[in-house]
């Protein structure tokens, strides 16, 4: 018999991939379809739902194409998604009724500000694990409901909301289910991470009908199997789970303390809590891990908004260097940033400061400082407010990390990794297959299927390419983190007045 794959198919912001893997997770192929983004007003973000189906069909169909397997050796195919992006539509016909908003979509502040006024902001952070934003899925469809007159249609159950993955295992599995998956669910601010279930207290502050949700199954389960018109072929459709969530699963972070951080435009960073859902005292998310078997397992997030990003704006806007990956030599051309910090903070600070009038602030120059030492203070950057993100945690659960896994495309920077793995005193390991999310995705679907006997059969699957050990001495990293710290309460409140 020949060898069975797993496919993932990742519906991203920018584009929609499938990636095919052989069971020991090796990638036989992949491709991307990207797809416009609209912008009908400042601040407001949307995609067109038949461009997110019509890309995410033609990468799947692409990729098993150039993997060369046949569709029969398919054995499962799991599902990992943009988060929070917000769908409604006509359970008869299954159209849209309007774009789907997207998760960067600001449209729905004014709504979060009402709830915070109506003195909801606790209650919203107890029962959900998120701080309440415009960000997250429910203000989005309370929107849609008011905006669109549909409050007596969705009543009558006339009308499907769904994230991302909903959308797609409605389109594209048999028998058409309404569903989405815990983490999923996690990120809508309607669902009760205690009770794993949607909370009549959280609907009724937000005006949504209970009848317009889907059914929240586990993150690695069975839903159905994939419409025969796509691959000739009814293939189990067998997981769904949010990105970053598939990734902490990609990276095998399976136990409690077990960290990974994705380096990104943004930086995204998750802890495994396990069963114990940890309120955080400094700001960041509780949220979701996966669910499966039925039981919950919880992880803490948070997120540095400018990390590739602080790159890119050395290369696009200071034009002090013209490719990303040119930043690492030019940092090791010096033997240190001369006393230079740079706090990234262009839109404001999040977790653990959480000041969105602290602005970008260079300090510390001399003059003797070069271009060279503004593009490590730059790359520094990104791995102290990483630093600062797994502090909190630690501190919130008291789980002391040993070791922090890391994916995306700032990872490919040597300097950077090595320069996190000093100032945080853990080892930094970069695994093999990059495509965490997509893996992760693809490892779910296969422990839902049997293809996997265990949680720590998945893991197996997961390896190590390189480690980075921490090689600063202790007196040094204190002194370093002293002057980070000096600099970002310099940048602080500096936009407010
Ligand atoms: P996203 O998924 O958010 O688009 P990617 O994982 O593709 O992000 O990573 C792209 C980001 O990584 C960009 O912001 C870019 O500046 C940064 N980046 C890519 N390569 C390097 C490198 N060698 N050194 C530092 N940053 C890099």
């Known amino acids: 018999m020949a060898q069975k794959v797993l496919v993932a198919l990742d519906q991203g912001t920018t ?55 046949d569709v ?6 799991g599902i990992t998604n943009q988060r929070e992006t917000t769908l409604l539509w006509d359970r008869e016909t299954g159209e849209c009724v309007h774009n789907a908003i997207v998760w960067q979509c600001r449209r729905t502040a004014h709504y979060v ?32 409901l008011d905006r669109l007159d549909l409050h007596e249609r969705a009543e009558r159950g006339e009308l499907c909301f769904g994230t991302v993955d909903s959308f797609l295992a409605w389109h594209l599995v048999t028998g058409r289910p309404h569903v989405t998956d815990a983490t999923n669910a996690g990120r809508t601010m309607l669902f009760n991470l205690k009770t794993q279930g949607w909370d009549d207290e959280l609907l009724a502050m ?14 690695a389960q069975v839903i159905g199997t994939l419409d025969p018109a796509i691959l000739g072929r009814p293939i189990p459709v067998a997981a769904m789970a949010g990105d970053q969530h598939a990734s902490l699963f990609g990276q095998a972070c399976l136990h409690p303390g077990m960290v990974k951080n994705t380096y990104g435009t ?75 910090y740079l706090v990234p903070a262009f839109t404001g600070l999040g977790a653990p400061w959480w000041d969105m009038y602290s602005r970008g602030t260079l300090i510390g120059m001399t003059r003797g400082t070069g271009r060279a030492h503004v593009v490590r203070a730059a790359l520094e950057a990104i791995a102290y407010q990483s630093a600062d993100l797994m502090d909190a945690m630690a501190k919130d659960c008291g789980h002391a990390p040993t070791q922090l896994q890391v994916d995306g495309g700032a ?27 997509a893996l992760g995705a ?31 001495e202790d007196y040094h990293r204190a002194q370093l983190l002293a002057g980070w710290h000096k600099a970002v309460e310099r940048s602080l409140r500096w936009a407010k007045e």
């Open 266 to 340: 943004g930086c995204f960073m998750l802890m495994n809590t396990g069963e114990e859902l940890v309120s955080s005292r400094s700001g960041l998310l509780s949220t979701m891990a996966w669910r499966i078997g039925g039981k919950p397992t919880y992880a803490l997030e948070g997120s540095v908004f400018m990390g590739g990003a602080t790159i890119q704006w050395l290369r696009d806007e200071m034009k002090l260097i013209s490719t990303a990956a040119e930043s690492e030599g030019m940092a090791k051309s010096v033997k240190d940033t001369g006393g230079v």
């Open 206 to 219: 937000m005006d949504i009908p209970r009848a317009c949700l889907p059914q929240v199954v586990d993150t």
């Open 442 to 472: 693809a490892l779910l679907a296969g422990l839902a299927t049997g293809v996997y006997g265990s949680l720590e059969e998945t893991a197996a699957v997961w390896q190590r390419d390189l480690t980075f050990e921490p090689q600063m």
């Open 113 to 144: 500000e009402k709830l915070m006024a109506q003195g909801y902001g606790d209650k919203i952070r107890e029962k959900t694990g998120l701080v309440p934003d415009a960000y997250f899925s429910g203000t989005k469809l309370a929107w849609l």
């Open 411 to 437: 990872s490919a920077n040597g300097f950077l990794m090595q320069f996190q793995a000093d100032i945080m005193g853990v080892n930094v390991v970069r695994p093999r297959v990059m495509e965490t999310t």
């Open 72 to 77: 029969a050796d398919i054995a499962a195919i």
């Open 15 to 69: 584009s929609s991939r499938a990636v095919v893997f052989d069971t020991a997770g090796h990638m036989l192929a992949a491709h991307g379809v990207e797809f416009p983004q609209i912008f009908p007003k400042p601040g407001w973000v949307e995609h067109d739902p038949h461009d997110i189906l019509d890309t995410q069909t033609t990468a799947l169909r692409q990729a098993v194409k150039l993997s060369g397997v």
